[in-house]
């Protein structure tokens, strides 16, 4: 064999190799699938290398960006509320009557994403055609330009905006009838500012709903049992889930190392574990004869200097049973194949045991993102299929 004709295997190999990602059987579309999450790869690779060049991380995230464009149903606005960017979807036909109103945040390890995204534009006009409802979709600054609790604070800041009455009014909105509502490190940031906002004396109007999409809601312990099952599934890798989480607080390599090896929270902190300890928390089917083991206790310097870890702006699952128990009816959607899957699970154990009115869907060929993939972009039967079970639950309970 030839020089040639070993370095042409060789890079087939190679590619194969880097292409090829183990799909599990449930899942349709999976060559459709894998192709995706290798460009997804190929793009957090380049990002990688343009940060380390000097440009600003997931900059190729903005081709997915799309322009507020009005048609004949809705009026789509970009604007700022508190100053920070949102975009704001209104029905065009006139109504009677208050309409209800839905304030998503959007997901991306609170790295990456856009209200501007194209798969969140469209889920914005969805909502307006299907609920007849206002639609505020919110940005919020990214690390690792900033850190927590930056995103909290920006997303906190723009929801108290929008429950004014003034406002509310303004966009002829039903202040009975609001739902928040975000997917990955959104609907933490959902469950985060809606714990703060019972505590808020300024804010009178509260929301009638949560819905917490894939949600991540713990950052004290690494090895759950999604985190094994799920540690090199598409979408978000156990990998790229500790590396967001360590850039949400730091560029300090040193959390970072801690998190990936599971051994980040001090001695002190060990009594909140009650509160993450997926042992008790967890439905059997989803121990699957998992072993519990007890993080090891990481040095005190570390959370000192990044306490955000142990923050309940940033780890909703830390809240207080008196807390909890005081949500509005909350919707959470797990998935089955998600490496963030047991956060969701932990946190409707936990909302459940504090009598909160929860309804649970978990999609058993569901992949983190899932939702996103309902989109026109990407069209898998799969995304649209969980779109519209969505859209449908809102238009029932909002």
């Known amino acids: 064999m030839g020089k040639k004709s070993l370095c042409l295997l060789i890079s087939c190999v190679l590619i194969a190799y880097y292409s090829y990602t183990p799909i599990p059987d449930k899942i349709e579309q999976q060559w459709e699938l894998m192709m995706i999450w290798n460009f997804m790869r190929i793009q957090m690779h380049i990002s990688t290398l343009l940060e380390m060049l000097g440009f600003r991380p997931f900059v190729l995230s903005d081709l997915l960006k799309v322009p507020p464009i009005s048609d004949e149903n809705v009026t789509v606005t970009d604007t700022l509320?508190?100053?920070?960017?949102?975009?704001?979807?209104?029905?065009?036909?006139?109504?009677?009557?208050?309409?209800?109103?839905?304030?998503?945040v959007h997901g991306g390890g609170w790295a990456t994403g856009s209200a501007a995204w194209g798969p969140y534009d469209e889920l914005g006009r969805w909502m307006v055609e299907r609920l007849d409802a206002v639609v505020v979709l919110t940005d919020y600054r990214l690390s690792p330009q900033y850190h927590f609790p930056t995103q909290f604070e920006d997303v906190y800041d723009a929801l108290r905006w929008f429950l004014r009455k003034k406002v509310l009014a303004e966009y002829g909105v039903d202040p009975s009838r609001i739902c928040i509502a975000g997917d990955s490190a959104g609907g933490n940031l959902v469950?985060?500012?809606?714990?703060?906002?019972?505590?808020?004396?300024?804010?009178?109007?509260?929301?009638?709903?949560?819905?917490?999409?894939?949600?991540?809601?713990?950052?004290?312990?690494?090895?759950?049992?999604?985190?094994?099952?799920?540690?090199?599934?598409?979408?978000?890798?156990?990998?790229?889930?500790?590396?967001?989480?360590?850039?949400?607080?730091?560029?300090?390599?040193?959390?970072?190392?801690?998190?990936?090896a599971n051994q980040h929270t001090p001695v002190e902190s060990s009594h909140l574990f009650k509160f993450v300890n997926w042992s008790t928390l967890l439905p059997e089917r989803f121990k699957k004869g998992h072993v519990y083991t007890t993080p090891i206790h990481g040095p005190s310097e570390l959370a000192k200097k990044y306490p955000g870890f142990l923050d309940v702006r940033a780890s909703p699952l830390l809240a207080d049973h008196s807390i909890l128990r005081r949500l509005p009816l909350t919707h959470i959607l797990t998935c089955q194949y998600d490496v963030v899957r047991d956060d969701g699970l932990m946190y409707l154990s936990r909302l459940r045991a504090a009598d909160v009115r929860v309804v649970h869907e978990h999609v058993e060929d569901g992949f983190h993102g899932i939702l996103s993939f309902g989109s026109s972009l990407i069209n898998f039967r799969a995304g649209k299929r969980e779109v519209n079970k969505y859209l449908k639950w809102l238009k029932e309970n909002l």
Not at 88 to 102: D, G, I, M
């Open 191 to 260: 469950a985060a500012v809606n714990q703060k906002l019972l505590n808020d004396p300024e804010i009178k109007i509260k929301v009638k709903i949560q819905s917490l999409i894939y949600p991540v809601l713990q950052a004290l312990d690494m090895d759950l049992p999604s985190h094994r099952e799920n540690i090199h599934m598409v979408i978000v890798e156990k990998e790229h889930l500790v590396e967001f989480w360590s850039r949400y607080f730091t560029s300090d390599k040193a959390l970072l190392e801690a998190m990936v």
């Open 81 to 104: 509320f508190n100053n920070v960017p949102v975009r704001v979807f209104v029905p065009k036909q006139k109504s009677s009557t208050l309409r209800r109103a839905v304030f998503y």
